[in-house]
């Protein structure tokens, strides 16, 4: 039961346009999402985040738009840039069983930028 | 701030044996999770450590356990090891759950 889910496996954009990432999650109870970076052979890196009370964070080239009513999230990289090539990994926070916190990942979403 | 560290950073073991690989969170983070990467597929989360507990489990069979030591140090153990085993083992500190900073993880190998 894949409760947050990046359906695209792969995207490929052009240097210098926008690129756009998306994540569908399940659950109403999540409160708190990130994105992250990862290069191969490498440990993710956090990118940016964005609480459930908000619908668009951003830091410099990377904004992340939530729509909480269609449960989805997206990462925009403005403008593309070839060291962006990368998988893209969505993370959501939620609960367990014991009422920890957790967070819940997607899959990932390979990402190419062409020069 | 030093990040978080793993070691040792590449491992080669055969079938049947253990293994044990090291966390050292960033100073400050008391929890510290543990994932799986293989191939094509994304994160998979081993477990998680708060303050000396187990907060949080994956999916794993036993033969995957982990510690965590009153300086937050974790170490995660894979005993009988199987051809299967061979992933990238990434180890993430955070506050509490919340944000998570990841080590550059320990490649393992089993032959």
């Known amino acids: 039961d894949q409760q947050v889910k990046q359906n695209s496996p792969s995207l490929s954009v052009q240097e210098g346009r926008i690129s756009i990432l998306n994540c569908d999650y399940t659950?109403?109870?999540?409160?708190?999402f990130l994105w992250y970076k990862k290069y191969p052979a490498e440990g993710p890196t956090f990118l940016i985040s964005?609480?459930?009370i908000k619908d668009k964070n951003e830091d410099g080239r990377f904004t992340v738009f939530l729509n909480k009513s269609a449960k989805h999230l997206s990462l925009h990289i403005v403008p593309s840039q070839p060291g962006d090539s990368a998988v893209y990994f969505c993370a959501a926070r939620g609960f367990n069983a014991g009422n920890n916190r957790k967070l819940i990942w997607g899959l990932g979403t390979s990402l190419g930028v062409n020069p | 701030k030093a990040g978080v560290t793993q070691t040792p950073r590449y491992l080669i073991k055969t079938r049947g044996q253990q293994v044990t690989l090291s966390c050292s969170p960033i100073s400050g983070h008391r929890s510290v999770s543990w994932y799986q990467q293989t191939p094509g597929q994304g994160l998979q989360f081993l477990f998680e450590y708060f303050s000396e507990t187990q907060r949080n489990k994956g999916n794993f069979p036993g033969r995957f356990s982990g510690r965590q030591f009153s300086n937050s140090r974790s170490e995660m153990n894979v005993s009988t090891l199987e051809l299967g085993d061979s992933a990238l083992y990434l180890c993430?500190?955070?506050?509490?759950?919340?944000?998570?900073?990841f080590g550059p993880g320990t490649r393992l190998t089993v032959l």
């Open positions: 659950n109403s109870m999540f409160d708190y």
């Open positions: 993430a500190s955070s506050i509490s759950s919340d944000t998570q900073y």
């Open positions: 964005i609480s459930s």
